[in-house]
């Protein structure tokens, strides 16, 4: 142990680490991690896949990062789920998502952003900023988007490669949308010099539909009356579906299946008590944030659904496996990502149908509005969604969420009036 | 004047105005006005018809629009400079600019807008949640756009009709940006049941440049070393510009600019004291918000310079009226508006060039960013403009400034600092 210490501080130094602060910044994600997650009682033993799985993400990941580099590979960091990863594969270049999930990091980002911007952003810059993201330098550059006002102009500000994320769905908002996929496969085989065979693409459009697969049957167990997997534990298979390598993660995913199914024959559940079924919507929650769900959760409300970009979003649909040129492949992958119920579209008519479609299926009985503060887009958009939510009877808690941990007993309050509402059979909306 | 008031009592009463918070809001608005324009001394005598034409917004203006309603004209409201004027009076709609300028209004939001979002939106729906927006009931309905993320969810969430406004500026940008403008046009005609002719466009055209040719000559007289008109003048103009009958706005503006002549001629300043000449940079100050522009001329600086909506970026560029057909018409106007240099473009690299034109052209020694809480957009761009300041040795000041008056002497603190700075020719950037 005391070696392989050793040795990722090596590596982290080598790759440019500010180790001091880099030990805070542990710290306060294991302090966190064991706080938010390790107090539930009856999680799957292959959860201890993921656990590793969050405590390699600064450690063997970045030692499997850096010795794929060292051997020439290729890598882009990205921010969003909008970034064709299947493309990247094809070419050889590997996406590693950055979105930072770290309390400890957001002030970090203060001597070049506005403090009154998403901790998402900021705790992504934050941790480049102080030198604390193992990969800022294990990528070639970095590939953004236009989802939301933030993001755009940060991206912008740094200088980054962005894809046109368009914001109707339109015609041709899918034609500019699908030369945005044609111009991001160019900038993958410039970079690794490597063009994009169809044969590649056929295999990692199966390898990335494999890993929605894997994440489809894991979460479809948690529409039995006693999900053996809780919404915490869900959250971060979805954050390490992010963060690992594509075949160790399905083989990991593989594991957990096998030990759902074994639950679910005996009825196990993940919760020592019942309580109300409860749907996650909103704001994405990235590796190290789990605020909300762990409140949630630990006030005996069960998160049996998530509709984030860390939950359904990132593993709903399937690129359409039936193409076989390369060109009609690049076009069903488009169309995969073009289908993404983002609320950067204007209207986002896709996202009510797909919630209202969720809540008879996992038999919803209230829906939380996980929104990270200042992200305009999800905030605004849930009063849209209570509309739909008020015609099937369905109440809702808009919880507005930084990365601090300091409100977690106010938000207690009122996530405990929203469970007795809920347990009284209470239709009223209160978001 | 008793029977005058009694009558817009009347009309407002008809219109649906809650005639007790209507009283409330204009004497909010009127002692604002006081505020932070009336200190000046050295204004043109002709600035009278703009301090009349804001009193007239709520007043004289209605009653104008409510009798062309009454004779079966149609009306439109907006909320951003993108929407295309010349389509929607060419086809005999009038657009009604109607962005909320109210600090009294913002809390009226928040029955269904979260608080943390900009007071521009948050005082536009607040007008109209609180029934104190004459224009609510005198238009058929509202255009909105995509511009900001807290703009575009609105405007989903109240069923508007919205322009998708690009966010890059390549060939097929500019292909879904001109057939969201012949949507537009096909959305003008449907409504007023007039088909757009070349020749009632080439009017239009004309009449709008106009406008823009006169806004021109206004703000040009701000280059000489003693400005005959000031910043908080200047954007008082701009503001009424949006608000008035074109051609009314186009005399009244004739004659500013006969008698700016005058006073450029015989050396009339509008400042009684020299000071640092500054441009003002970023979000719009709608109609009754001038709260940024007063604290810093009442601070003894000077803006020559204002390329926000309400200043450039509203008359910067006109409609090229060369073109016959009404095709190359309808080009023409897509590619003027598409010029627009809006923080929603990413990147943005015609505002940096512009406004590192107007730095030599208006001898500019400071920037003042005057950034909206909560814009997102031009806050973050601000940071990406100070490069391009820092590289002409233009030293800035970032306000982020909400509706409320309250930190007005807050700001003035910072703003004096940035005078002395200024005074003594530093270069130093404390953005």
Redesign the interface.
């Given at each position: 142990m005391q070696d392989s210490t050793t040795d990722f501080r090596k590596l982290w130094s080598e790759i440019g680490v500010d180790l001091d602060l880099h030990d805070q910044l542990m710290a306060g994600l294991d302090r966190v991690f064991t706080h938010t997650h390790l107090w539930q009682k009856d999680r799957p033993a292959s959860m201890s896949l993921f656990d590793k799985a969050f405590h390699d993400s600064h450690a063997g990941r970045v030692a499997e990062i850096a010795a794929y580099r060292a051997k020439g590979g290729k890598s882009v960091g990205t921010f969003c789920i909008y970034v064709p990863d299947e493309i990247a594969l094809a070419a050889g270049v590997l996406p590693i998502p950055l979105c930072g999930g770290s309390g400890w990091a957001v002030d970090h980002a203060d001597r070049?952003?506005?403090r009154?911007?998403c901790p998402l952003v900021r705790s992504t810059f934050g941790m480049s900023f102080s030198n604390t993201c193992p990969y800022k330098k294990l990528k070639d550059f970095a590939v953004g988007e236009?989802t939301?006002?933030?993001k755009?102009?940060?991206?912008?500000?740094l200088g980054f490669l962005?894809l046109?994320?368009?914001?109707?769905k339109?015609i041709?908002?899918r034609?500019?949308w699908l030369?945005e996929v044609e111009r991001f496969r160019g900038e993958m085989e410039k970079l690794s010099g490597r063009a994009v065979t169809a044969e590649a693409l056929a295999s990692s459009i199966r390898l990335v539909n494999n890993k929605r697969r894997l994440l489809q049957r894991i979460n479809g167990f948690r529409k039995l009356d006693e999900p053996p997997i809780s919404g915490l534990d869900a959250l971060l298979v979805s954050q390490a579906a992010l963060n690992m390598d594509v075949e160790a993660f399905n083989a990991a995913a593989g594991v957990l299946v096998a030990e759902l199914e074994e639950r679910a024959s005996k009825g196990v559940s993940a919760y020592s008590m019942p309580g109300p079924r409860v749907l996650f919507a909103g704001s994405p929650s990235p590796m190290g944030f789990a605020k909300t769900h762990y409140v949630v959760e630990s006030s005996g409300l069960r998160i049996v659904a998530d509709e984030s970009c860390t939950g359904m979003r990132y593993f709903r649909d399937l690129v359409d496996e039936g193409a076989s040129s390369l060109e009609d492949m690049i076009s069903a992958i488009a169309d995969r990502y073009f289908s993404i119920d983002c609320?950067?579209f204007?209207?986002?008519m896709e996202r009510m149908d797909n919630v209202a479609a969720l809540l008879p299926e996992y038999r919803v009985q209230g829906v939380i509005h996980g929104i990270l503060?200042?992200c305009?887009?999800y905030?605004?958009?849930a009063?849209?969604l209570d509309k739909v939510l008020s015609a099937a009877g369905v109440p809702s808690l808009k919880i507005?969420a930084d990365y601090g941990e300091q409100d977690e007993e106010q938000i207690r309050v009122r996530v405990e009036a929203f469970r007795e509402l809920l347990a009284v059979g209470g239709g009223i909306t209160t978001g």
């Open positions: 070049m952003f506005p009154d911007i236009t939301c006002d933030a755009k102009k940060a991206w912008d500000l962005s046109e994320i368009p914001q109707k339109n041709i908002d034609q500019l030369s609320a950067c204007s209207p986002n503060q200042y305009h887009g905030d605004i958009e009063k849209a507005v």
